[in-house]
C-alpha cells in the first residue's frame, strides 16, 4: 500500500507504525477486580455475546499483526499505552491511547531537525499530528498527506499543513496486490 502513494523518485527511509495494544480480556477482568461487582457482572455477560467473542478475536488478531509488523524491512514500531476508563454503555471496554501523539511527534522532530529525509508521509486523519507537520515543513521538508479516493472526509487542518496531496484509490491498490 505505501508503494502505491510513492512517486517514481521516491524511496522509503523508514516506515514508523503507531499505535497501542489492545488489553487482552485477562488484564480487563483483573482491572475490574478492583472495582464493582457490578462491572465484573456486566462485563462477564458480555464477553458471552458475539461482540465480546469478537473482541476477543481483534485482541489475537491485532497482537499477531504487531509481532509480525517489526519483522519487516525499514519497518519501527512505536506501542503507546491504552488506559481504561471502564465500561461504555453497552459494556464494550473504553480505552484512551495515550503517548502515540508524543512519540510521532519526537520521530518527526528528530528526522527533521537532523536532516534525515526530505519528504515525510503521513498516513493520519489525526489532526494531534498538525503540530509535527508544522516543525517538518519549517525545517525543509515536504509533507505528504496520502488519502483513498473513497474516503469522504478529511480534515480541512491537515489538508491546510501538508505541501503535497495525493489521492489513490484503495480498490485500484487492493486489486492490484490481490492480482500479482
Not at 517514481?8 to 475490574?32: C, G, H, Q
Amino acid at each position: 500500500m505505501f508503494q502505491a502513494f510513492l512517486s517514481e523518485n521516491e524511496e522509503i527511509y523508514r516506515i514508523y507504525f503507531y499505535t497501542a495494544p489492545m488489553w487482552p480480556v485477562d488484564d480487563i477482568k483483573s482491572t475490574l477486580k478492583k472495582r464493582s461487582k457490578k462491572d465484573q457482572k456486566k462485563f462477564e455477560s458480555w464477553l458471552s455475546t458475539s461482540n465480546g467473542r469478537n473482541y476477543t478475536k481483534k485482541v489475537q488478531i491485532s497482537n499477531n499483526f504487531l509481532k509480525s509488523i517489526v519483522k519487516e524491512d525499514y519497518v519501527a514500531l512505536r506501542l503507546g499505552k491504552l488506559n481504561f476508563r471502564g465500561l461504555k454503555s453497552n459494556s464494550y471496554p473504553d480505552f484512551v491511547q495515550k503517548e502515540v501523539d508524543m512519540l510521532f511527534g519526537l520521530d518527526i522532530s528528530h528526522i527533521a531537525y537532523l536532516h534525515l529525509a526530505d519528504k515525510v508521509m503521513l498516513f493520519s486523519k489525526d489532526t494531534d499530528v498538525v503540530p509535527a507537520m508544522k516543525v517538518a515543513r519549517t525545517n525543509g521538508m515536504e509533507v505528504v498527506l496520502p488519502v483513498f479516493e473513497e474516503d469522504d472526509y478529511i480534515s480541512e487542518k491537515l489538508v491546510k499543513h501538508c505541501d503535497i496531496f495525493r489521492k489513490r484509490s484503495l480498490l485500484k491498490i487492493y486489486t492490484k496486490n490481490i492480482l500479482v
